[in-house]
């Protein structure tokens, strides 16, 4: 196996193992961990939503710290993090100290996701990286294929403080290893060097952060709400949850599509393409009803595989590879404090109807659109 296959597929499962015990970890793990701590699980998943606000706060630090001193070393940090706040949330003796740890996974998502992986890649090939951030993604997705079914599996044999201990070993003894051993190092700038040569706000860049910010918004509101969504769309709660689990099919699959066809082909292309998958998903569903509801997760699977390859490889595309993990750090930062937000917002608009919720996700997705042929390579600035 090849160096760079080999960076790869230790970034990707890394990515795989971060997901799972951040973004996907409470949907298994919230009930048995806040009843068994005598509360409800409101407190559990607004820590949640403090998390994403820590993570929308670092993760311009973060960038810095790319540039100072590689994205290998900034992912290690992040996998101590994580095992840091599991290692709290398995060992809490009461409700206020498993909150603090959920809070805590934020420093990890802030420095430990995409972004910085992206970086390692762009730090290797340059503006050759497009198809190995692609490879990342599509084997980063397995943390949302099989993270809840994983932690289920723990949460069964040996309950749920054990389950956060194994995601925080799985950090500890795997990934924080191989990151320190196997990725590149990266002779990073002097601190002074990075201080004095900030990046500057372009209009690009704020249109593209814009992009971004409306992807995130629309992915996050559908990943906290498709089984309800699917539900006040005719379904049953039984085949809600077998069709949820094609949103996650059909972004490893699209993603592979990148991988083989479209990998030399303009990231715009693959970012404006995302952005009609949402609506013409959602307007199969709301005319066919429970028929049709599984195609709004097929739509929005579509729309994260590609957009979490657009993430990447469009900054790069547009701004080039200097200063790259910085850049990006910036650009969507925006995204991530809209994150914490989006399922707060969304609820209400489902709580209307669900062909209102899916007509305010389908208009952000077709403002996106709109927006994406403002983008030109530019010059860094």
């Known amino acids: 196996m090849s160096s760079v296959r080999m960076i790869v597929l230790v970034l990707g499962l890394g990515q795989a193992v971060a997901f799972a015990s951040s973004y996907y970890l409470l949907g298994v793990?919230?009930?048995?961990?806040?009843?068994?701590?005598?509360?409800?699980?409101?407190?559990?998943?607004?820590?949640?939503?403090?998390?994403?606000?820590?993570?929308?706060?670092?993760?311009?630090?973060?960038?810095?710290?790319?540039?100072?001193?590689?994205?290998?070393?900034?992912?290690?940090?992040?996998?101590?993090?994580?095992?840091?706040?599991?290692?709290?949330?398995?060992?809490?003796?009461?409700?206020?100290?498993?909150?603090?740890?959920?809070?805590?996974?934020?420093?990890?998502?802030?420095a430990g996701l995409y972004g910085t992986a992206f970086a390692v890649l762009v730090e290797m090939q340059g503006q050759g990286a497009r198809r190995a951030i692609a490879a990342v993604s599509l084997l980063g997705a397995l943390g949302g294929a099989l993270g809840w079914p994983i932690s289920r599996e723990m949460l069964d044999l040996a309950g749920w403080r054990a389950a956060f201990g194994f995601w925080a070993a799985l950090h500890l003894f795997v990934c924080l290893p191989i990151a320190l051993t196997v990725l590149p190092r990266h002779k990073g700038q002097t601190k002074a060097a990075v201080d004095a040569s900030t990046i500057r706000w372009s209009p690009t860049m704020i249109r593209m952060a814009i992009f971004f910010a409306g992807a995130w918004a629309v992915a996050s509101a559908m990943a906290a709400h498709l089984p309800r969504l699917l539900v006040d769309l005719g379904m049953t709660v039984e085949r809600a949850a077998w069709a949820a689990g094609l949103m996650a099919a059909s972004a490893m699959a699209v993603r592979l599509l990148d991988i083989t066809v479209l990998h030399r082909s303009h990231p715009i292309l693959t970012a404006r393409l995302a952005t009609l998958f949402h609506p013409a998903g959602a307007l199969l569903a709301v005319l066919l009803g429970a028929v049709g509801a599984p195609l709004a997760a097929v739509g929005q699977g579509l729309a994260n595989g590609f957009l979490s390859v657009a993430s990447g490889a469009l900054p790069l595309k547009v701004f080039g590879a200097e200063r790259y993990g910085m850049r990006q750090a910036l650009i969507l930062t925006p995204a991530r404090y809209v994150q914490a937000a989006a399922p707060a917002v969304y609820a209400l608009a489902l709580n209307v109807s669900p062909g209102v919720a899916l007509a305010l996700s389908s208009a952000i997705c077709l403002g996106m659109f709109a927006l994406s042929f403002s983008f030109r390579d530019a010059s860094p600035t």
Do not use: H, K
Request: aromatic content about 4%; proline content about 6%.
């Open 29 to 110: 793990m919230a009930d048995p961990a806040a009843a068994a701590l005598g509360i409800g699980t409101g407190p559990v998943f607004l820590a949640l939503s403090g998390a994403f606000l820590v993570s929308a706060v670092l993760t311009p630090y973060a960038g810095q710290a790319i540039e100072r001193v590689g994205g290998a070393r900034v992912l290690a940090g992040s996998n101590l993090a994580f095992a840091v706040a599991l290692l709290m949330m398995a060992a809490a003796p009461q409700p206020l100290v498993l909150c603090l740890g959920v809070v805590l996974l934020g420093v990890g998502m802030g």
